[in-house]
């Protein structure tokens, strides 16, 4: 069945620090790819998505995302973190084709200290 | 910008009640979504819905029932609520065409807890 994985369920990191968040989905066929951020008390907003093209996805707040085929990765990243970055990231993907869905991973919490 | 509501952000019933989960969502979207978010879990899919009257099951749909009579409105019901449904449940919509295609919008989600 298919399926997405978060690496890290919790993440803590001091301001200006590097972020990475793993995201894997099991699926051979074509695929579409999100990442959503929940910040604190708010509702889910999207911060970028991956249908085809450039495997590099710029979204907002200065995140971006690589798709890596081989690998059936799709990792965010961003160079600096800021406190305003604490927040829950989720991973999508969307499977076309007879499982036409989109499942979540089960989220990253992400703690960013000043 | 798409604004999706949902009746209550914070919502406490008891054990057999039958509990009714609201969502509407202005911007003429065809399809809509009933999610469950749980730590550790993510969220998963219980119910949706791609035109008037229509519905899907979910991953998740045991418990659970829902109904579309209008387009923007969306409704989650449970049944006979019990302490295992206590959760955040999330609405969520899209515009139109493929389900795993296009970005969902969400609404604030509404905090149940079955006593």
């Known amino acids: 069945a298919q399926s997405v994985s978060q690496h890290n369920h919790h993440v803590i990191l001091s301001e200006a620090a590097s972020l990475e968040l793993g995201c894997n989905y099991s699926y051979g066929g074509t695929v579409n790819l999100f990442w959503y951020v929940q910040y604190p008390g708010q509702h889910l907003q999207l911060l970028l998505k991956?249908?085809?093209?450039?495997?590099l996805v710029k979204g907002i707040k200065g995140f971006e995302a690589e798709f890596i085929k081989s690998k059936f990765s799709f990792n965010l990243r961003k160079p600096s973190v800021q406190w305003s970055d604490t927040a829950e990231y989720f991973c999508?993907?969307?499977?076309?084709?007879?499982?036409?869905?989109?499942?979540f991973g089960a989220g990253t919490r992400l703690a960013v200290h000043p | 910008d798409v604004k999706v509501t949902q009746s209550s952000r914070y919502l406490v019933k008891r054990t057999g009640e039958k509990v009714f989960l609201e969502c509407v969502q202005d911007?003429?979207?065809?399809?809509m979504f009933w999610y469950r978010q749980d730590p550790g879990l993510g969220l998963r899919l219980i119910y949706f819905s791609y035109d008037v009257k229509m519905k899907e099951k979910g991953d998740i749909p045991e418990g659970y029932s829902v109904s579309r009579e209008k387009k923007e409105r969306f409704s989650l019901i449970l049944e006979s609520a019990s302490t295992n449904q206590t959760s955040m449940y999330l609405c969520?919509?899209?515009?139109?065409?493929?389900?795993?295609?296009?970005?969902?919008?969400f609404g604030d989600g509404t905090r149940l807890s079955i006593l």
């Open positions: 911007m003429d979207h065809e399809n």
């Open positions: 999508a993907a969307g499977f076309s084709g007879g499982y036409n869905k989109l499942i």
């Open positions: 969520a919509s899209t515009l139109g065409g493929g389900l795993s295609n296009q970005p969902q919008h």
């Open positions: 991956y249908f085809s093209g450039d495997p």
